[in-house]
């Protein structure tokens, strides 16, 4: 009789127990030739063995934190449909529009979400209405709630909603997953609207939902339809805003120190006017006034530009998002070149949330550099594909004195013998440690002093060590200690704000509440796990 393994202990190789595995899941990933194929090969170890997936993650956030976030997620939504291997959230269509609530109850079966994602993939990041194709987004933001913040996995929920994509491209696609229709108009997606948030909220009564790349009219409408009525924050509005705020902070005082410029007489050019661009210029505008500016001194310290130029209020037509930044005191020629907008308004940091690759050329760079000692340059739009200047770039033409931050990641660099490191200004440092302080307080809302306390807890979690190296970021490698402290202080917000309903955290002192939260974060299980599955 031949041998038959009776077990299947017996089809394990007779080594496996004394290698170690992580080793070997590093190799095969280190092994993959694109960005892409190493984004198809963590997310199906997410899916084999989600615990050493995430023991991966955590010690090693530097290397795959680009990989299954920005840039190479931007990548993944480009190609979804060709390269989808199986659910990984749940889509909710146009189609179920009147029945929302039987979709999500089927999806609740097993499930206790706390936190959900939800895009509409009309504006993902810079790469437009990709439809369908928008669900990694909610799953890599995901991710780092659960890397960032140790939220518990089974308790995310990734959503992209397809009402349609006019992006007509995809419906010629015979592999596009989504629908093949153009997206309904507005009434017709506000009904919808409604109805998904109602049941949501009826389905997942503890829930707190984050949008997520909508296009800029959706984004803003939403977030002023819902943020007083259910638990949600818009992202690429309060998070951005809050994110770009703390490293303005301190790339403000870095200047400082070169040029002795009070905090309150920056001068900010926004190149780009969209959800991001006005809900920086937002979250800095509260900040002055916080400083003690009155909202017109702190309105006249911001300048916006979008593809016609500098804003100016006598603006034919203007979206109304742009107007409340639309400048009154400029009645000169239309100023459509970037260069002569700087020349105008002399500004002290120059923010790009534009999509437009390159836009801060040398004769811009060399500009701000002529205005300033130390000129603050934050190139954030993503993925790097679409940001406004290269890293290696920046320092180039400014002899290394630019205060630098970009939404996707850069690497360090040498020049003339000295060692720059880069701060990355994406609001993947903001949203973990919001969620997790919102859904800890049982916060009914999210209020504006959350997202700013956010950011100032952000802002001053700097170690001397960061401060010495001319960071305005923290390190990455850090994230979970630092949404730690971003909780507390959304906590404490939310208390003072009154939404909170978790009334026990009242009576903690502060290190005992940070202790409580430091506990609360979910950790992958290190027993056995790496093991592969029988
Ligand atoms: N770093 C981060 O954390 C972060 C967060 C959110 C968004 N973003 C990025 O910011 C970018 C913009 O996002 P959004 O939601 O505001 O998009 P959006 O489409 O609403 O805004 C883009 C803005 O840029 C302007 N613009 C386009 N072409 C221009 C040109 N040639 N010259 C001047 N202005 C021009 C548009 O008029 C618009 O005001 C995206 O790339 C997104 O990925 C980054
Ligand atoms: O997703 C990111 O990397 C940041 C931001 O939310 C964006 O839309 O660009
Ligand atoms: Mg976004």
Same mark, same amino acid.
């Given at each position: 009789m031949p041998f038959a393994p $009776?077990?299947?202990? +017996? /089809?394990?190789?007779?080594?496996l127990f004394n290698t170690d595995h992580r080793h070997r899941v590093l190799t095969q990933l280190r092994s993959k030739a694109t960005g892409l194929e190493k984004y198809i090969y963590l997310n199906g170890l997410k899916e084999r063995e989600p615990n050493l997936f995430y023991e991966i993650l955590l010690a090693n956030m530097l290397e795959i934190v680009p990989i299954l976030y920005t840039p190479t997620v931007g990548d993944a939504c480009s190609n979804y449909s060709h390269i989808w291997r199986r659910p990984e959230g749940l889509y909710v269509t146009i189609e179920h529009k009147g029945h929302i609530r039987e979709v999500l109850r089927q999806w609740h079966a097993g499930h206790s979400a706390r936190i959900a994602v939800v895009t509409d993939? $009309?504006?993902?990041l810079g790469l437009g209405d990709l439809g369908a194709n928008g669900l990694p987004i909610s799953v890599g933001k995901l991710d780092l709630y659960v890397a960032? +913040?140790?939220?518990?996995?089974?308790?995310t929920l990734p959503i992209c909603l397809?009402?349609?994509?006019?992006?007509?491209k995809f419906h010629d696609?015979?592999?596009?997953?989504? =629908? /093949?229709r153009r997206r309904p108009d507005t009434p017709e997606m506000d009904e919808f609207m409604h109805e998904f948030m109602e049941a949501m909220t009826e389905i997942f009564p503890q829930l707190l939902v984050q949008f997520e790349d909508f296009s800029t009219d959706n984004a803003f409408r939403y977030l002023d339809l819902f943020r007083n009525q259910y638990r949600v924050f818009n992202d690429d509005i309060q998070g951005t805003g809050s994110v770009v705020l703390s490293g303005f902070f301190n790339a403000a005082r870095l200047s400082a120190a070169a040029a002795g410029t009070p905090l309150t007489d920056q001068r900010i050019l926004f190149f780009g006017a969209g959800s991001a661009g006005i809900g920086v210029a937002k979250q800095l505008l509260s900040f002055f006034t916080l400083q003690g500016l009155s909202v017109e001194e702190a309105k006249s310290r911001i300048w916006t530009v979008d593809s016609k130029g500098l804003i100016t209020?006598? /603006?034919?037509?203007?979206?109304e998002h742009k107007k @409340? @930044?639309?400048?009154?005191?400029y009645d000169g020629p +239309?100023?459509?070149k970037l260069e002569d907008v700087i020349n105008y308004v002399k500004p002290t940091a120059l923010l790009g949330? $534009?999509?437009? /690759?390159? +836009? *801060?050329d040398e004769q811009v760079v060399r500009l701000m550099s002529s205005l300033n000692a130390r000129p603050i340059i934050f190139p954030? $739009?993503?993925p790097v594909s679409l940001c406004e200047v290269d890293y290696e770039d920046a320092i180039k033409w400014t002899n290394g004195s630019v205060i630098f931050a970009s939404g996707s990641p850069y690497k360090t660099l040498e020049y003339n013998g000295k060692r720059y490191e880069p701060g990355q200004g994406n609001n993947m440092y903001i949203f973990p440690g919001i969620g997790l302080g919102a859904i800890l307080a049982k916060a009914r809302h999210i209020t504006d002093s959350m997202v700013e306390q956010a950011s100032i807890a952000l802002a001053s979690s700097l170690t001397d060590e960061e401060k010495k190296a001319d960071l305005v970021y923290p390190r990455l490698v850090r994230i979970r200690d630092l949404s730690c402290q971003i909780a507390l202080a959304v906590i404490r917000a939310a208390q003072k704000d009154n939404v909170?309903?978790?009334? =026990? *955290?009242?009576?903690?002192?502060d290190e005992a509440l940070l202790e409580y939260i430091r506990a609360k974060q979910w950790q992958p299980t290190?027993?056995?796990?790496h093991l592969p599955r029988l």
């Open positions: $009776s077990s299947s202990i +017996a /089809r394990l190789p007779p080594y993939g $009309s504006r993902i960032g +913040a140790g939220i518990k996995p089974a308790t397809d009402l349609g994509t006019n992006t007509t696609d015979p592999l596009y997953l989504g =629908l /093949r209020a006598d /603006r034919k037509g203007l979206q @409340f @930044f639309a400048r009154t005191d +239309a100023l459509t949330l $534009s999509t437009v /690759r390159n +836009a *801060f954030l $739009s993503n909170d309903e978790n009334l =026990l *955290f009242r009576n903690l002192s290190t027993l056995n796990h």
